[in-house]
C-alpha cells in the first residue's frame, strides 16, 4: 500500500526554527510537494522536490532523500502566522498525489 | 480573480437528497482534481480530468458520485443519494500539463463544504 507519515502536531516558538519530516512508502515516485493549509481554507502551495537534495525559498527550505524515502520542511525565523497544517504529499507512477494527514504547526509568542 | 473558485461554499442538505457542486478552474489549466478532505486529514483523492476527459476515478467512490467536465472548463461533482458519512469539504484543484520544469503543482479552491443532517 501507499503511505505519507507526518507528526501529527508541532509546537515551536516564534522566531525559532521548526523542522517538519515527512516520510514515504508510494509506488513509484515523480516529486513531492509541501502545501501549506490554514484552518477552513484551502492548501496552497509551498515547494517542490524531484532531486535530492535542498530548496531553498525564503525561509522556508525543503529537503529530499529518494534512497531513504524522505523529505523535511524547514521553517525558520517563525511568524504567528506560520501557524498552520503543513501537507506532505508524494506524485505517484501514476501521477496522482498521495497525501499525508498533515502536520499542524502551533506558534506561540 | 483569476484562481480557481468553487459553487457553493457551503451545503446544508438532508440525508437522501442529491447535491450538485461547481467548480471553475483557472483558465488555461487543462487538468482539474476533485479532492474530499475531512478534519485532521489531508486531501482524499476522488477523480481527474485532463480537458473534457475523466482519466481516473478512485476506488473509493461509491457510485453516488459522479463528475463531469463537459467542455473542458468547469465541472460539476454530483453527490445522489447524501448520506452522513459525505459530510466533508470537497476541493477543487486545476494544474496545467505545460507548466515550467514539469512541475504541474495544483492550485486549489476554497473548497464546499457539505453538512449531512
Known amino acids: 500500500g501507499q503511505n505519507i507519515d507526518q507528526p501529527t502536531e508541532m509546537t515551536a516558538t516564534e522566531g525559532a526554527i521548526v523542522q517538519i519530516n515527512c516520510t514515504y512508502q508510494?509506488?513509484?515516485?515523480?516529486?513531492l510537494f509541501w502545501y501549506q493549509q490554514h484552518a477552513g481554507e484551502a492548501p496552497t502551495f509551498l515547494s517542490y522536490n524531484v532531486l535530492d537534495g535542498l530548496e531553498e525559498k525564503g525561509r522556508f527550505s525543503s529537503f529530499l532523500s529518494r534512497s531513504k524515502g524522505y523529505s523535511y520542511l524547514l521553517l525558520k525565523e517563525l511568524q504567528m502566522k506560520d501557524s498552520a497544517s503543513y501537507l506532505c504529499a508524494v506524485r505517484d507512477s501514476n501521477y496522482q498525489l498521495i497525501w499525508g494527514a498533515g502536520t499542524k504547526l502551533i506558534i506561540k509568542p | 480573480d483569476t484562481g480557481v473558485s468553487q459553487d457553493p461554499r457551503h451545503k446544508i442538505t438532508k440525508r437522501g437528497q442529491n447535491v450538485t457542486f461547481r467548480c471553475d478552474p483557472i483558465s488555461e489549466h487543462n487538468r482539474l482534481y476533485w479532492y474530499r478532505q475531512t478534519l485532521g486529514q489531508g486531501p482524499e483523492f476522488l477523480t481527474y480530468?485532463?480537458?473534457?476527459?475523466?482519466?481516473?476515478k478512485s476506488r473509493l467512490l461509491s457510485d453516488r458520485f459522479s463528475a463531469e467536465r463537459p467542455k473542458g472548463s468547469f465541472s460539476t461533482l454530483e453527490i445522489q443519494r447524501t448520506e452522513q458519512g459525505d459530510s466533508a469539504m470537497y476541493l477543487c484543484?486545476?494544474?496545467?500539463?505545460?507548466?515550467?520544469?514539469?512541475?504541474?503543482?495544483?492550485?486549489f479552491g476554497p473548497g464546499t463544504r457539505l453538512t449531512v443532517l
Open positions: 480530468f485532463q480537458n473534457e476527459a475523466q482519466l481516473e
Open positions: 508510494t509506488s513509484g515516485f515523480n516529486g
Open positions: 484543484a486545476s494544474s496545467s500539463i505545460e507548466s515550467a520544469g514539469g512541475l504541474d503543482e495544483q492550485f
